[in-house]
């Protein structure tokens, strides 16, 4: 198992990381490349993350750029699962 997240130094993808590291899983950051895509970098870090073809993907509240992993996903056929109150 390898946990695939967005390096994000706070929040769910945190905690993802914490746990991961406390139960000695393989975690991989997808961290958002701000000076080479700008205003996209987070959208092109879903595309590449993606690009892995994961089992599956778990969205936790956010923003937009949450929802554009979820609906990228699920045209991959990738199972998504929603912890924000979303159908």
Avoid: Y
Wanted: with cysteine; aromatic share 8%; hydrophobic share 45%.
């Amino acid at each position: 198992m390898a946990l695939l997240h967005g390096g994000a130094p706070t929040g769910a993808e945190r905690i993802a990381a914490c746990w991961a590291e406390s139960r000695q899983v393989t975690h991989i950051a997808f961290k958002p490349d701000w000076t080479r895509h700008a205003k996209a970098a987070p959208f092109k870090r879903n595309d590449l993350l993606l690009e892995t073809l994961p089992l599956g993907v778990l969205v936790f509240p956010g923003s937009g750029i949450q929802a554009n992993l979820a609906d990228k996903a699920r045209k991959l056929g990738i199972p998504v699962w929603r912890f924000d109150g979303g159908a």
